[in-house]
């Protein structure tokens, strides 16, 4: 029973430098979700896809773009990699509009050089 | 804008019981959850309330709600060495596709 998959666990990047991270939920979810996790600041919500086909901003997505690849899987990827983006970053997928619970992965620990 | 205040730190001692604090602003939310991150891992659901009840008790938790003052809580009974997490307060307004409103977490210290 996997759940939600995220590959890499742990990257080291330059600054410049582009990569992506891979989310996959074997949940038959909908809706699928990218967070990041910074000291002090909680889960910030970077983008989102409500359905297969749709993305949408969150609360912090700028250097970041997605894609929704299907109904499985849900990517994120840095362009060109900053400091600031040295985080802890989470996949998340929701059982149901109706309970709202979100289900995640493990984390992808992030550092930028 | 939504927000959901915790504090961060909680100390209590072992068989103690431990009770997290938070308040969220959004009047709409309509479910709100606990989640509980442990070292190194995501974050797992420990329990959720919808915003018609006052209280739901799942063995040694117990969450209150308080509605009017938008205030909920989380009561660990007997609190053990494997309690000590990272306690999330999170709120949703329902139906949404916009992801939960997280708190900063309130880190739970056990002292033996």
């Known amino acids: 029973n996997a759940g939600v998959t995220q590959t890499p666990k742990f990257q080291v990047l330059k600054t410049g430098q582009s990569m992506t991270l891979q989310c996959a939920q074997d949940m038959n979810h909908n809706s699928m979700y990218w967070y990041r996790q910074d000291p002090g600041m909680g889960l910030r919500l970077i983008y989102y896809?409500?359905?297969?086909?749709?993305?949408d901003k969150g609360e912090v997505p700028n250097g970041y773009n997605v894609s929704r690849l299907n109904k499985r899987e849900f990517s994120l990827r840095l362009e060109s990699a900053a400091p600031s983006q040295t985080s802890v970053y989470f996949c998340a997928s929701r059982r149901s509009t109706l309970t709202g619970e979100l289900f995640f992965g493990e984390g992808s620990r992030l550092t930028v050089l | 804008g939504e927000d959901v205040e915790q504090s961060l730190f909680l100390s209590v001692r072992e068989g103690d019981s431990s009770v997290i604090n938070c308040t969220y602003t959004d009047s709409s939310s309509t479910y709100l959850y606990w989640y509980k991150q442990e070292p190194g891992a995501g974050l797992q659901l420990l329990t959720y309330i919808f915003s018609n009840m006052d209280m739901k008790q799942d063995q040694r938790l117990t969450v209150l709600l308080n509605k009017k003052d938008k205030h909920l809580s989380l009561r660990i009974a007997d609190t053990q060495t494997g309690d000590s997490a990272i306690y999330f307060c999170?709120?949703?307004?329902?139906?949404?596709?916009?992801?939960?409103?997280f708190g900063k977490g309130t880190h739970l210290i056990i002292q033996p």
């Open positions: 896809s409500a359905s297969e086909g749709t993305t």
């Open positions: 999170a709120e949703s307004s329902g139906g949404g596709a916009d992801g939960l409103t």
